[in-house]
């Protein structure tokens, strides 16, 4: 049954019932409460589940919880669009929170839009406070690009808050290996680029904490820890990208990966771009990720 909500905001969270609190408190807050927030709990050990079974009694907004194994971000992801039954889809991290208009602010610029099948969404500003930026702010006089462009095209650096119509989203799962827990969002961003272009919208809407065990402040151990998803990542950026340039820097991450799986990933192949990237794949291998291999002996 398709819910009369229009936005669902979507939650990952493992332990993190200390924090919590600030962004359900921001979500109460909304000007507009035409969502429901779908919490997807990745086999927390805290409180987390006694936790938001108080908040869902105290029905202030409409919440779904949902408790799996732990798999990691990418599959908690998966599940959560898998169940997901509202047109527009928000990822909004346990660590961060949403400005009181934020909600409104996404509704507002949606809806003259939503029939141009061409779109898949809205890319926002995440931003360390109301003010600031994370990152060089939105190129001045675009008004749409799919998100890799926007990148790679117009120079873009820094975080954004993307807001995606769910029926595109449901054409698209994260490919997590067997064993591992994490490949990054860009992995199905890319693959919607090829098809759609999305609204940009220069406001911050989304207001981030990185915390000391998120994956933002220790991305090199996580990548160690997942090479081989890491690898079907750089990969796919290889094969996708238009630019020589990128397929290029694409192909050095991707050996660099190559140096901590081995023989492990079969489905690896050398050819024009991975074959002169070795040496300085070898070199990006050393300086982000041997050190790891001195003191984790589980690899």
């Known amino acids: 049954m398709q819910s009369n909500k229009i936005l669902t905001i979507f939650t990952p969270t493992y332990n993190r019932a200390y924090i919590l609190p600030k962004l ?9 409460k035409n969502f429901k927030w779908l919490l997807v709990d990745d086999g927390s050990t805290d409180s987390t589940e006694e936790l938001i079974a108080t908040w869902i009694s105290d029905a202030l907004i409409d919440i779904k919880y949902v408790k799996q194994e732990n798999g990691g971000k990418q599959r908690a992801h998966n599940r959560a669009v898998s169940i997901c039954d509202t047109e527009l889809f928000l990822c909004v991290d346990s660590d961060d929170f949403l400005i009181e208009t934020a909600v409104n602010s996404f509704i507002e610029a949606w809806n003259p839009i939503r029939e141009d099948n061409t779109v898949s969404g809205i890319i926002a500003l995440k931003g360390y406070d109301l ?33 995606f119509r769910s029926s595109i ?7 997590v ?3 591992e827990k994490f490949i990054t ?12 272009t999305m609204l940009i919208l220069n406001k911050i809407l989304n ?25 079907r990542l750089k990969k796919l950026s290889m094969e996708l990208s238009p630019s020589l340039k990128f397929k290029y820097l694409n192909a050095i991450n991707l050996i660099s990966a190559f140096f901590i799986v081995g023989k492990k990933e079969r489905n ?13 794949g070898y070199i990006v291998y050393c300086l982000r990720f041997k ?4 003191t984790d002996s589980s690899l």
């Open 291 to 294: 050190k790891f291999a001195k």
């Open 169 to 175: 989203l449901k054409d698209y799962f994260y490919d």
């Open 207 to 231: 207001i981030c904490g990185y915390q000391e065990d998120g994956y933002t402040k220790n991305i090199y151990k996580v990548i160690y820890n997942n090479p081989v998803s890491y690898m």
């Open 24 to 32: 359900y408190e921001s979500l109460v807050s909304q000007t507009s």
């Open 185 to 196: 969002e860009s992995y199905i961003y890319m693959q919607i680029d090829q098809k759609y």
């Open 268 to 280: 690896f192949r050398w050819n024009l771009y991975t074959l002169p990237a070795l040496l300085p």
């Open 131 to 163: 003010v600031t930026p994370i990152g060089t702010g939105f190129p001045k006089g675009v008004s749409f690009s799919p998100l890799s462009q926007l990148y790679q095209k117009y120079g873009y650096k820094g975080e954004t808050a993307l807001m």
């Open 177 to 179: 290996a067997d064993g």
